[in-house]
């Protein structure tokens, strides 16, 4: 984003809001900020924020995070904040207090036109994705320490691009992002970015996806025509946030340009090889639109591991939760189970068998990432690997 140095104010209908603060501009108190109608209500700060703010504080939002120090916009315009040892200490102890893009904080301001972060406010929403550290045994992730992607938003749009050189939608990627999004407590939306690519077979390939997403919105988009741009816009309308997430090459930083009406972040072609991207955005970052809302492009995810998941498999799964509900025996395990009414679905075509499979796929995954941090689910999931374990022994010697 450009800044200006010709004033500390900032105003929605420019096509950058955000200024670099002047130097001499005296720095404003919580308190007046409460008093009066805040400059920072675009941003989606409100009354609720304002009595979580402690006092002494100024408020801002992280726009992007340095290693130590956050980017934020602030009533005095685009800033820069250290870390403060608060919140240092408390990242340390865990990963996901670490601010993130999208948390609104309190900025102290110090000597010589310094500013550093001493609070992080109360999060609405958080996209929290598992380690991304290799698979483990079993195909588990090993590591359940997680990583705060965006805060604070009201939308989650994933990005999946309608055809690559090789394949088309990857189902199971949309599947995990969206039981992540579900979890969030945010509003997932699928899009098919790049829709003009794939001609005649569009109809058939947004069927199959909104068979991988019950109950979420499903929508064409094609950035480079304009075509579902307006669509995605409706969902910012006010000061809503957006994250966009998906694959390298998925379209998302073209999509945010659609959006902003300019080329706000760098693109590039995907390779020819393998149609894939080449990770032209290496930061997340919060882009104020000039029409209203607020983007947060990120980098490709590569991996996703779920973390700490409540309901959001089953969220994205509702279909199969709703089928096994039917069954006869209440623990069936949906294989060979006479009276299963999952396993007549998918002989009667009703259920893609691929499905079941990424449903259970993913709930041995929660439940897995779950056994981390409680001792008694630690402790079984150990056992059960031993009897596993020795299972496979056994055949192994036996085997002639």
Sequence with gaps: ????????????????????????????????????????????????LTAELPDGLLPARVSRVDRGAAEVLAAAGHLRADYGARVRRAAAADPVALPCVGDWVGIRRLAEGRFELEALLPRRTAFVRGGVSRVSRGGLSGDSQGQVLAANVDVVFVAEPALHATDTADLGRIERLLALAWESGARPVVLVTKSDLIGESLGDLLDEVATAAPGVDVHPVCSVSGEGVDIVRGYLEGSRTAVILGASGAGKSTLVNALAGQEVMETQHVRAGDGRGRHTTVHRELIPLAGGGLVIDTPGIRRIGLYDMGEGVDMVFSD??????????GDCHHDTEPGCAVIAAIEDGTLPERRLESWKKLQREAAWMASRSDARLRKEMHNKWKIITKEMRKTGRNRP
Excluded: H, K, Y
């Design 320 to 329: 199969l939760e709703e089928l096994a509900g039917r069954c006869r025996f």
């Design 1 to 48: 984003m450009s800044s200006s140095s010709s004033s500390s104010s900032f105003s929605s209908s420019s096509s950058s809001p955000f200024a670099s603060p002047a130097p001499t501009s005296p720095a404003p108190t919580s308190s007046t900020a409460a008093s009066s109608p805040s400059p920072l209500a675009s941003l989606g700060w409100d009354d609720s």
